[in-house]
């Protein structure tokens, strides 16, 4: 049986990030912005909306869902999917914690459906 290795990587301190707020980290040409809620919380998405491309990383975090500030698409931080009436969704990555250290998941670069 083939098991699969996962590439977790350590990206910071859960205090790096501001609640209801985000910070970037590079994979390569990828930019990931890495969220904490209010709840402290934490995501991980392609720092890119899927309708125009703008940095979800500068938009506003609520509800489980980051607003884009380019057009105020709502994002799903859980899913990367657009809410409501809108379509598309962002690339998600896996998040672990421990020991209050963000680790993610880089084994595969994922795509967007």
Same mark, same amino acid.
């Given at each position: 049986m083939n098991a699969e290795i996962r590439k977790w990587v350590l990206v910071g301190s859960i205090d790096d990030i501001p609640r209801r $707020? /985000?910070?970037?980290v590079q994979n390569g040409e990828m930019t990931i912005a890495v969220f904490r809620s209010f709840d402290d919380r934490i995501f991980a998405l392609e720092d890119k909306c899927?309708?125009?491309? $703008? /940095?979800?990383s500068q938009g506003i975090v609520h509800d489980g869902c980051v607003t884009c500030p380019l057009h105020n698409w709502v994002i799903s931080l859980d899913s990367g999917k657009a809410q409501g009436a809108d379509e598309g969704q962002t690339a998600t990555f896996p998040v672990r914690i421990r020991s209050g250290l963000i680790y993610l998941d880089l084994t595969i670069v994922p795509t967007a459906s």
């Amino acid at each position: 049986m083939n098991a699969e290795i996962r590439k977790w990587v350590l990206v910071g301190s859960i205090d790096d990030i501001p609640r209801r $707020g /985000a910070r970037c980290v590079q994979n390569g040409e990828m930019t990931i912005a890495v969220f904490r809620s209010f709840d402290d919380r934490i995501f991980a998405l392609e720092d890119k909306c899927p309708h125009r491309k $703008g /940095a979800l990383s500068q938009g506003i975090v609520h509800d489980g869902c980051v607003t884009c500030p380019l057009h105020n698409w709502v994002i799903s931080l859980d899913s990367g999917k657009a809410q409501g009436a809108d379509e598309g969704q962002t690339a998600t990555f896996p998040v672990r914690i421990r020991s209050g250290l963000i680790y993610l998941d880089l084994t595969i670069v994922p795509t967007a459906s």
